[in-house]
């Protein structure tokens, strides 16, 4: 049936349940998308500047026919052989580093992630895990523990094996090696050992995206990646969000930061919407991890799901969108340095490729975060026709992500837009 | 790329990892479905008597339309409105006592029961898990737990808060009304009370799939329940596999078992192998389960997830599909009676609906598990051209659970080939 507004919002009150989160204060009915644009329930066009999961973007052609093709065929699981899987695998761990060359699929970033925390207690014979305050690596019961910002009521205890190091800031704080965040790391870990609970792992996004995407230079990672070594534990580095080219110079953070993790997870963007998770690790880590476990995941690794993420790299390589995602960021992050020379709230420019934003603060000498403002800014920009968002500790700064195949055009509409709004919103906090 | 088994296989290991499960002792490389049919790479059919996933048959056509027509129009998230979710939650519900009126969608059914314990304990405070030892309830961290066939050695010592009682055996153990399962229940409630970690829920499969699927009477369930409400716990029914009609004879295998679940999990053939699960409550546990956690799944109800499990409902309905089953269902045990006449090694006959099978045993006197015997004759039908599996604690029940459109034709070919490769099969354990 087709509610209106109203009727949407209190029937998912009675069927979902409260507290449902929704974007924005008048939150958006979108019923149709296609590429970098989506359309709401009366026909009005949104720009997409922010859903990274559509990452070739939304409806894709390639994509979508993929899925026909292979739902039309066959879609059964990983216990009967298929070539669909191997052949994902073969090719997305070709974009890695060697040692990175054996995989599990799942549906979900959540469930990668609740792999990653179990490889780590495999393969150290420890519990404890290190992470950063501002963060978000997914909902199951072990994972939710990574988000201080939802600490759960209920999680079977599973917090005492968790320590926090704050969150990366290169807007206040000067770490320009990341030898800083490398001792606030060594300073937990000591803390964990101290504690007996014993050192697993550092679970981090490799551009701290959940953190507000601080700018830091290439390689920034070596000196934490060293320390966790040296103390026995394993780095996970959690691409969710950060993988597939996204910031436009490699295809992984993690190489633009100068490591190679033992543990990677994959989530969101995998098979642009289609539900795909994935670990892919070394040889020797999964065969600890296959020792312990008869991990098996009945959607997991489907042919289906296998065709979609197929498809998302095929349309990467076809459209060059890591080069485009490289070439349109530098020119969005040119246009919001132009803005930011005409309004004191825009403290800092930041990203890489097709991650970037602004940090909006009260005074540029006090670097308070404008919280409220950046809220009425986002509200505002939906009004607009422009879908974004904003996250960070403060969430104070613009969470600009849009699609790959976003354009210099695209851009422009969104800093034209930027530009309008800012003029006409006053800085209150 | 085209593999041989040989080089799948290989690949497999190579790319999977080892230990990675596979059906059969030569693993069978399908490529095709439709319906109730399989076939190989050889163009070789089988007859698919095991696969519950795809419920509404191999590439149901309403099924495979649903997902290419939403996927074309739009694949967002529940942080946006849209009708997709709302009407596929209401009409699900609508199969449901009147208490189980709100849903979380996931995309798997290990997520769905991880997010079902989490209630219990949001719930009762507590967080003592009971379940039966022979069963499986997915894979996260949490749930691996409840698998006693597979003790994970990393957990993060998540088995201390579970508790196991035997998994009930009608063939070798009276409990005509279920009380002394309730019984065996309320001894480990206790044991949970006295270590000081009290008691939050049970957790069963209402028509005990895993554990053989042994022939209870309709009601069963009622001692246990009210035990584990007198006790203070909340009861939650994993029907991944016995729920949308598979018995037959009532859409839920909880409302046969004369129980309402407080907490109603739901995955494998929700959306026909579109990953998608789901857990229904009472809206005062999602109250309080949303008041602990703000629970938020990037993938799930999403439109086209939701699309695709609103055509598996509308399918069901359109083709009577559980009536289907009843009637298959009762034809299937009457022809599977018959061969047990005739072959002392089949022991019991059991099931409801399209879940039926037989337990082999090496006598009918000491009902000794032929486990090794129902090995081969798994492996003799596949070469038979039949898909079926084994379960059970002595993993010697023949698990039959086809697709819903299965057919009186269809249990013919299946018992005929049954008949022939029993009198062909020496019964060597």
């Keep these: 049936m087709t509610r209106n507004n109203e009727s949407l919002i209190s029937d998912r009150a009675r069927l979902l349940g409260p507290k449902l989160p929704t974007f924005y204060e008048e939150p958006v009915h979108i019923v149709k998308g296609e590429g970098v644009w989506l359309w709401d329930a009366d026909g009005r066009k949104y720009l997409d500047c922010y859903n990274n999961v559509p990452h070739v973007g939304h409806c894709n052609p390639r994509v979508v026919e993929a899925i026909h093709r292979q739902a039309s065929t066959l879609n059964t699981h990983t216990r009967y052989l298929h070539d669909g899987i191997l052949d994902y695998i073969e090719r997305l761990t070709g974009t890695m580093d060697a040692s990175l060359n054996t995989a599990v699929l799942t549906c979900t970033g959540s469930e990668a992630n609740d792999i990653a925390l179990r490889m780590a207690e495999a393969v150290t014979g420890k519990r404890g895990i290190v992470a950063t305050d501002a963060t978000y690596h997914g909902n199951t019961a072990l994972v939710s523990q990574l988000s201080r910002s939802n600490i759960p009521s209920a999680g079977f205890g599973l917090d005492r094996f968790f320590r926090f190091v704050p969150a990366p800031d290169s807007y206040r704080n000067t770490d320009p090696d990341g030898s800083n965040f490398a001792d606030a790391v060594t300073t937990k870990i000591e803390e964990?050992?101290?504690?007996?609970?014993?050192?697993?792992?550092?679970?981090?996004?490799?551009?701290?995206?959940?953190?507000?995407?601080?700018?830091?230079?290439?390689?920034?990672?070596?000196?934490?990646a060293e320390t966790v070594r040296k103390e026995g534990g394993i780095l996970i580095c959690d691409e969710v969000q950060s993988g597939f080219g996204r910031t436009g110079t490699h295809f992984w953070a993690h190489q633009k930061m100068g490591v190679v993790p033992d543990v990677l997870t994959l989530g969101k963007p995998m098979a642009n919407g289609h539900p795909v998770g994935g670990v892919v690790t070394n040889a020797e880590t999964m065969k600890v991890f296959r020792s312990g476990f008869r991990y098996f995941n009945t959607f997991g690794g489907n042919p289906v799901s296998c065709a979609a993420a197929m498809a998302v790299l095929e349309e990467m390589d076809d459209k060059k969108l890591m080069a485009n995602a490289n070439r349109v960021g530098e020119y969005a992050r040119g246009r919001l340095e132009a803005i930011r020379q005409k309004y004191d709230c825009i403290g800092d420019v930041r990203g890489s490729g097709l991650i970037f934003g602004a940090e909006l603060v009260l005074d540029r000498e006090s670097r308070k975060p404008a919280s409220a403002f950046t809220d009425r800014l986002v509200n505002a920009m939906r009004h607009r026709g422009i879908i974004l968002s904003r996250l960070g500790r403060g969430k104070n700064t613009l969470k600009i992500r849009p699609p790959m195949p976003f354009t210099v055009h695209n851009a422009d509409l969104l800093f034209d837009t930027l530009d309008e709004v800012l003029a006409e919103t006053p800085l209150i906090q």
């Design 192 to 224: 964990l050992k101290a504690s007996g609970i014993g050192f697993a792992a550092l679970v981090v996004c490799p551009y701290f995206l959940n953190e507000g995407f601080p700018n830091h230079r290439d390689g920034w990672l070596k000196p934490v």
